[in-house]
């Protein structure tokens, strides 16, 4: 308990140090996601591909220095996967599409270092975030060819 206290008490000497210095910027952001997903024991047989998704939300940049900041924020961010895939057997091919859209909120904790170029900055970001599902669809489409008539 006393490490804590002491830990607490150095984090707000710090933070006054810096609060001199420290600006905090709003923005938003939005833009694209490319997502595909991690599926155990997949068959080999099945086709995954990319989903493109959408990203939306409000960030907020605490700058410690003139290159060093911490963000964070709230996003809105769409992920998923495509799979496409056919079996064949007797002379029936058995062709299945399936698209899952999973929607996350996620709070990024990103250090940011700005590197100074000939006309801009080069941005480094590095991070966890925590993500939180709270909405999606699936949808399966099956399609069966060469059955007999009748």
Do not use: W
């Not at 056919?86 to 029936?92: H, K, N, P």
């Amino acid at each position: 308990m006393k490490k804590i206290q002491t830990l607490l008490v150095a984090l707000f000497i710090l933070s006054c140090i810096f609060q001199t210095q420290a600006q905090v910027k709003l923005g938003l952001r939005a833009g694209l996601n490319l997502s595909n997903m991690y599926i155990k024991d997949f068959s080999d047989d099945m086709d995954k591909k990319m989903n493109p998704s959408f990203l939306v939300g409000g960030s907020l940049e605490y700058s410690i220095s003139e290159n060093l900041s911490f963000e964070s924020g709230l996003f809105i961010s769409g992920k998923g996967v495509r799979i496409e895939g056919s079996t064949s057997e007797s002379g029936v091919t058995l062709t299945q599409k399936t698209v899952g859209n999973p929607i996350y909120f996620e709070i990024p904790i990103n250090a940011l270092h700005k590197i100074e170029m000939n006309q801009g900055k080069l941005l480094l970001f590095a991070g966890p975030y925590l993500g939180f599902g709270f909405s999606g669809k699936g949808k399966t489409e099956y399609t069966a060819t060469g059955l007999p008539s009748g």
